[in-house]
T-cell receptor, first 113, second 113 residues
Framework: DAKTTQPPSMDCAEGRAANLPCNHSTISGNEYVYWYRQIHSQGPQYIIH???NNETNEMASLIITEDRKSSTLILPHATLRDTAVYYC??????????????FGSGTRLSIRP | AAGVIQSPRHLIKEKRETATLKCYPIPRHDTVYWYQQGPGQDPQFLISFYEKMQSDKGSIPDRFSAQQFSDYHSELNMSSLELGDSALYFC????????????FGSGTRLTVV
């Protein structure tokens, strides 16, 4: 799986958009970008994933650059409950076989009131 | 919606004792993953099972073993416990052929004294 690089920490004001960057310059053509987050001592939570098109769901938006070497997770209106460690993970989504997720260091996002 | 169930939530054991952690995946999920998260660390992949067969192995000590049963629940057995085994242990499940991301359980906090 490709290595990702994320800033160790970020902060954002409550109600503002939080933009979390991720570099994955060695990503392969069949690898997806996944985002998970972990709120203190809870199990990691899936947020969103994408291959090359931008994706949006009820939690966040994922913007992937055209060359797929970097991406940005956007939390449109951050709340205090979004304070967590956010992990950007690149991996193959192999149909009909298991594929482990490897967590890197992640970004510790702090939302300030 | 049903989630991944882990038991027990908390466990205290003495050094050299044995511990068994259980994981009940989401109904119809056929793949189970185990992760270990030490204090202040990121989750580390231990082992995974797909359709009751071991599918991948990470940094799991030889003192640990795991299996997936016919009803797809999984158990992580840990023997000769050491102080360094104190950690959060997470289980995750997915449907092997459809990859929308893993669903993690709330974890078991193991304390070895």
């Amino acid at each position: 799986d490709a290595k990702t690089t994320q800033p160790p920490s970020m902060d954002c004001a409550e109600g503002r958009a939080a933009n979390l960057p991720c570099n994955h310059s060695t990503i392969s053509g069949n690898e997806y970008v996944y985002w998970y987050r972990q709120i203190h001592s809870q199990g990691p939570q899936y947020i969103i994933h994408g291959l090359k098109n931008n994706e949006t769901n009820e939690m966040a938006s994922l913007i992937i650059t055209e060359d797929r070497k970097s991406s940005t997770l956007i939390l449109p209106h951050a709340t205090l409950r979004d304070t967590a460690v956010y992990y950007c993970i690149v991996r193959v989504a192999e149909y009909s076989s298991a594929s482990k997720i490897i967590f890197g260091s992640g970004t510790r996002l702090s939302i300030r009131p | 919606a049903a989630g991944v169930i882990q038991s027990p939530r908390h466990l205290i054991k003495e050094k050299r004792e044995t511990a068994t952690l259980k994981c009940y995946p989401i109904p119809r999920h056929d793949t189970v993953y185990w992760y270990q998260q030490g204090p202040g660390q990121d989750p580390q992949f231990l082992i995974s099972f797909y359709e009751k067969m071991q599918s991948d192995k990470g940094s799991i000590p030889d003192r640990f073993s795991a299996q997936q049963f016919s009803d797809y629940h999984s158990e992580l057995n840990m023997s000769s416990l050491e102080l360094g085994d104190s950690a959060l242990y997470f289980c995750a499940s997915s449907l092997g052929g459809v990859d929308y991301g893993y669903t993690f359980g709330s974890g078991t906090r193991l304390t070895v004294v």
